[in-house]
């Protein structure tokens, strides 16, 4: 007994030597408080990763014993949160061709021409973020346009919204694709009018082309992963929960973590279709000592995405005659998956962006949190884009959360109404009609489809407008949140989605020092102008993250 004392008294002393207690003064900050309002403070104080306290204007300021920072009147805020991005394709993106933003099949081929130009040459040449809707003639790519110029190097670009994507004639060779080709279920092989492949694979069969390209190297997976957290971290984002990952994605973050090579939090979501998937599920819950790597989860997908018309809808594409989308699963497998992960434990987060696939979604959420009794678990549905009028109440009785992504709703407005019509639209993109509703949003990007600058979701979810304002009043802007119901979606309502409200998502006492320092007050500026916020210094576990 006396050793064991001593021992404590041993690890006390040492903890007290090393402590490092930092009070960051003369600061504009705000958070969100336990009853859910939103309070200014002008300084913070932290010991290691912990808060200690946060002062008012009228508190006095320790000054012994502890390090002092000057915030110089700049804005602070809780550390920001994604629930939805996808970390290892952002990573890989920044080191692919980009084709965000192009303007024609012709110019996404042009740049790949110069990325190839200016880069190591690999086995393929991979890419993503083209999007037919951009291009005058709104059609998908073909392969023969890349065919000109790459005749013996395989290449597979994805689409902006992940969910189709598009090949050349090596690649499609290597895959053993040709007219007689079959489409898997719940995926497409588009087709000319000779039967003849056209290079665009749709949702369940982009993996026709994707199983073909060679794994990264461990040490490549890792590398990505830092990369791209860094990059993350730099925009403000301190935690992201990462939709959808595999067995060695996992044991990567394992590694990192492990090395203390974490620079942000990650929530991961364990892909439902993993190998290794029932041994991951009898693992349970884990979580580093940190925190900064935690699953509690499993992703699947219901449907596929309205850009490539792959969300499956109730009633047919009001562009599209007689085409309503395409389900991943038939219903009684999506059942098994679902009621598979709820007994183990586990929350379930479904994508679904169709009414369809909300609708079925929802209703086998409802027999089946039911059934495992697992509402405790805050099951979640990912984007929750398009709902029937009738279905938004369902969420809060259901205590299920959505995990939506405002900036979907200011691209997509362009397209959102051809391919739903004037009624349907009325369901989608509705965050207001699900706050009225007491439903809880969990605000993300859906990174790398879209920026992963959270300062573009919140500046969305005020203004309904692009970054050029337009729509002039906002698009469908009865259904905009306010600037506090947006800070939320990306603070205290994501970290609850994630089961850690208790140690992020806002400043007080023993939770975690993660906070960012940006360059203006977002509740006091412009709405207009809130998406040009810059990120000054982004803090975790209260240490300030290295960008480079």
Known sequence: MKNILCLALLALFHFSAFAQTTLIKNINGYTINDTGQLIQFSAIQFTDDKIDQLFSDNKTLPSNNIHIIDGHGKT???GLIDAHGHVLSYGLSLMQVNLNGVVSEQAAVQRAIKFQGSNNKSQWLLGRGWNQVLWEDQQYPKAVSLDEYFKNTPIWFNRIDG???????????????????????????????NGEPTGVFIDNAMNLITDKIPPLSNQALKSALVTSMKALAKFGLTSVHDA???HTNIAAYKALADEGNMPIRVNA??????SKLNALLAQGWFKTVDDKFNINSVKISADGALGSRGAALIKEYSDLAEHKGLLLYDPKTL?????????????????????????IVL???????????????????????????????RFAKLGVIASMQATHATSDKNMAQDRLGRERILGAYAWQKLTQANAIIAGGSDFPIESANPFFGIHASVTRQDHKNQPESGWFPEESLSIKQAFKTFTTQAAYAAHQGQIIGSLSKNKKAD??????????????????????????????VAYE
């Open 244 to 246: 959808g990952i595999d």
């Open 335 to 359: 059942a098994l998956l679902m009621h598979t992960a709820m007994k183990a434990g586990f929350q379930v987060n479904t994508h679904a962006i169709g009414d369809n696939a909300n609708k």
């Open 269 to 274: 979501m364990i892909d439902i279709n993993d």
């Open 515 to 544: 906070f960012i320092l940006i360059d203006q007050d977002i509740f006091n500026v412009d709405p207009s102008i809130i998406w040009k916020t810059k990120v000054l210094q982004t803090w975790v576990d209260g240490k300030k």
């Open 163 to 193: 969910h189709a994507g598009w090949a050349n004639s090596k690649a499609m060779q290597l895959a053993g694709i040709d007219r007689t080709s079959v489409s898997p279920d719940g995926g497409e092989i588009i087709k000319d009018e």
């Open 76 to 78: 602070l805020l809780p």
């Open 363 to 393: 209703d086998l959420y409802q027999h089946y949190i039911a059934d495992t009794k697992t509402k405790h678990l805050r099951h979640r549905v990912e984007h929750a884009q398009i709902l029937q009028l009738k279905d938004i109440p």
